[in-house]
Nanobody, 115 residues
């Protein structure tokens, strides 16, 4: 089992920045992909950004150039730096890691961007 603890959400004005963190514990060996998804009210959960153990990154088009995903393997932590936030970024953000074909989710952290 992998346990994920997220932090860093909150309320911010449009144009502002937030940094999300997600620390993994438990059976953390062989974690491959770490990343973030989000779910806005009335919408399906969508991938925001992921990073592989080799450092390859992938972003949804709507956040490219504004968000940066990174990971600290020594701390088993993945980060999401969010800049130039927009009202449409408002959602619950979920940390996700994949380990040996199994996907694990954090509890979610609310990000609210006021316009």
């Amino acid at each position: 089992q992998v346990h994920l603890v997220e932090s860093g959400g909150g309320l911010v004005q449009a144009g502002g920045s937030l940094r999300l963190s997600c620390a993994a514990s438990g059976s953390i060996s062989s974690i491959n992909v770490m990343g973030w998804y989000r779910q806005a009210p009335g919408k399906q959960r969508e991938l925001v950004a992921i990073i592989t153990s080799g450092g390859n990154r992938n972003y949804v088009d709507s956040v490219k150039g504004r968000f940066t995903v990174s990971r600290d393997n020594a701390k088993n932590t993945v980060y999401l730096q969010m800049n130039s936030l927009k009202a449409e970024d408002t959602a619950v953000y979920y940390c996700n890691v994949k380990r040996i074909g199994i996907s694990y989710w954090g509890q979610g952290t609310q990000v609210t961007v006021s316009s």
